[in-house]
């Protein structure tokens, strides 16, 4: 039973981490701007920023671009994790060293993507960022309702 137990814990770990490494291996093609959580420069429409701070913006975007890591690395990654959950013998070792190694790069594509967020919040006036965090404030809750919603 315990045995049980810890393969299905390891499971769902492994699922949870498998399944959210690609939203953050972002799609360089796809986000051209690099912002997907923040809605790319949609979010910064009505801002009236400035040709300097639109540059700004552009130049952090593409240098936070460069840190994102690539789909086959990430893709890899969950091969090697699918491989030693199907060999026929479970190699804890193994699975632990992955999910190590996985949740550490998570980590730092975390702290990368909240200091690129603090980095494009700088650009902006404070006037501007009294704007776009009311717009935040009213995006959560308009997520909030769909989510009670949908229960």
Do not use: C, W, Y
Not at 35 to 51: E, I, N, Q, R, S
Not at 87 to 96: I, K, L, N, Q, Y
């Amino acid at each position: 039973m315990k045995k049980f137990n810890l393969m299905a814990a390891i499971l769902s770990s492994v699922l949870m981490v498998s399944a959210t490494m690609p939203a953050f291996a972002g799609d360089r093609e796809g986000h051209k701007h690099g912002m997907h959580h923040m809605h790319g420069m949609k979010m910064f429409k009505g801002l009236d920023l400035t040709d300097a701070q639109k540059a700004q913006i552009e130049q952090l975007t593409a240098a936070h671009r460069q840190t994102m890591p690539d789909k086959a690395v990430v893709a890899e990654s969950r091969e090697e994790l699918r491989t030693l959950l199907q060999a026929p013998t479970f190699d804890e070792a193994g699975v632990r060293v992955l999910l190590e190694k996985q949740q550490a790069k998570r980590l730092e594509m975390e702290v990368s993507q909240l200091k690129f967020q603090h980095q494009l919040r700088a650009v902006l006036t404070p006037e501007q960022q009294a704007k776009l965090d009311e717009r935040k404030a009213k995006m959560r809750h308009k997520m909030r309702e769909k989510a009670a919603a949908s229960e």
